[in-house]
Structures are given as structure tokens and as C-alpha cells.
């Protein structure tokens, strides 16, 4: 929908936290920068630009892309996306010896170093095996919790790690749809309200994944929480930790 892209966060122009809107959001010059993608879950609006990404790009010298993710979150996109039927199997192509995709099995809360940055997966509460990450860097870190309903594990790591700067979380759903959320394992902003009582840090909390039909509704009763830390997400933009 115009105005309305779906997921992804690029990190210092090369690491890219899911892949929703990659080749949506970057200029081919700027795509072909980035090199590793960490996907949180195999959901569409997480993964549907890798395909794109990869066709974009595939015959630039020097293109290939690594992809990080849980063991199952990988099955699920060798199985039903890069599976010669949706999309063409990129892990064997051009050859097997060269391919230009790559996936490489992260484990939860096992800390991996990716241009750079040290990252941590850690499961969360959504439909289907899901990570959130928290990343960090020498002066800094986000954590990002991927769609999620209420869990626990994230917030305690997050509330751990000493130079944490920003939470990316998620509201999805308007009150009313409180059941429909909770089914579907994201939140509400009530929800949302009873799972920061779980952040013991004082830092700035990002929201992304409001439906765009309830765009309005959700900002109206995020609003209403009067919690001061409580930001929406602006597409495109970039910002600074
Ligand atoms: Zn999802």
C-alpha cells in the first residue's frame, strides 16, 4: 500500500533486520550494499523482498547475501519460498560452488559477530517460530522484538545489556481486536501497556506493524497510555543510536 511498507530495518547500510521492504525502500546502488540479512520469521511482510533483492541484483559482480535465522525459520524458507516453485532454489545458482545466497543457522542466545555487530536471537511469541534480535555494536544497542504477543526472555535480555539505546517493538492490533491479537501472537496497545512494565531500562520504545486500517485507531489509544516513551516508527527514516 503507498506510504505503507512492511518490515525491515537497515543497520549501518549493510546489515538488514528482516526483509520486508529491502528492494522497496533502496536504490539498486544501495541494495547491492547490503550483505546480511537476519530474518526473525519466514511470514511475508518479514521475507517477500529477498526474492526481488536477489533478481535485482544477481548479476553484479561481487552480489551474494548471507542470510541468518534459527534452524526452522530457514526450513520454512528453503521449503516454501526458495523452493524452485515459488522462487528458483538461489543457494545452487549460479552454482553450487558460488552461490549467491547463503543461510547460515543461527541458535537462540548465542551471540554471532555480523559486520561488525554482536547479535543475539532471541524467541518470541508469534505465530510460527519467530526471533526478536538485539544487537549491538561498541557503542550501542537496539533491541528488536519481531511480531510478537506478550513474551518474557526478550525483556530480560534486553533489560541486560548495558549500552541498550532503543526497543523496536510491535502493536499491531486495536483494542478491540484484542482477541484477533492475541490468536494471532501480537499486540494490542494494551497489551502492549502490561509488557513495558517489563522494560526496567529507560530508553525510547519504537513501534512498527500497525495495520494500515487501524493506523488511526492504534495511535489514538497508544497516545492515550501517556507513556512519554512511546514513539511510532517512521518509514524510510534514519535513526541514530
Ligand atoms: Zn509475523
Not at 125 to 148: C, K, L, M, Q, W
Not at 211 to 234: C, H, M, S, T, Y
Request: aromatic letters at 10%; glycine letters at 6%; hydrophobic letters at 40%.
Amino acid at each position: 500500500m503507498p506510504g505503507h511498507g512492511m518490515t525491515s530495518f537497515l543497520v549501518d547500510g549493510a546489515v538488514a533486520l528482516d526483509a520486508g521492504w529491502v528492494s522497496g525502500a533502496l536504490a539498486l546502488e544501495d541494495q547491492v550494499k547490503v550483505k546480511d540479512i537476519l530474518i526473525s520469521h519466514s511470514h511475508l511482510d518479514h521475507t517477500c523482498t529477498l526474492p526481488f533483492l536477489i533478481d535485482n541484483n544477481f548479476s553484479t559482480p561481487g552480489f551474494s547475501l548471507r542470510i541468518y535465522a534459527i534452524p526452522e525459520v530457514i526450513a520454512s524458507m528453503k521449503n516454501h519460498l526458495f523452493n524452485n516453485q515459488t522462487w528458483p532454489d538461489f543457494t545452487s545458482l549460479p552454482d553450487d560452488l558460488s552461490p549467491v545466497l547463503k543461510f547460515v543457522e543461527i541458535a537462540p542466545e548465542s551471540p554471532f559477530v555480523v559486520n561488525g555487530l554482536t547479535i543475539r536471537a532471541v524467541p518470541v511469541n508469534h505465530v510460527g517460530p519467530t526471533t526478536g534480535f538485539i544487537v549491538e555494536d561498541r557503542d550501542g544497542a537496539i533491541a528488536f522484538s519481531s511480531d510478537t504477543g506478550p513474551t518474557h526472555r526478550f525483556w530480560e535480555l534486553a533489560n541486560g545489556v548495558e549500552k541498550l539505546r532503543a526497543v523496536i517493538t510491535e502493536t499491531s492490533f486495536p483494542n478491540r481486536q484484542q482477541e484477533l491479537a492475541t490468536k494471532s501472537g501480537h499486540h494490542t496497545p494494551q497489551t502492549l501497556a502490561e509488557e513495558l512494565r517489563k522494560l526496567e531500562r529507560d530508553v525510547p520504545v519504537y513501534l512498527y506493524g500497525a495495520k494500515p486500517k487501524f493506523l488511526d485507531e492504534i495511535k489514538r489509544e497508544v497516545k492515550a497510555l501517556k507513556n512519554g516513551r512511546l514513539q511510532f516508527l517512521v518509514q524510510g527514516r534514519t535513526y541514530e543510536f
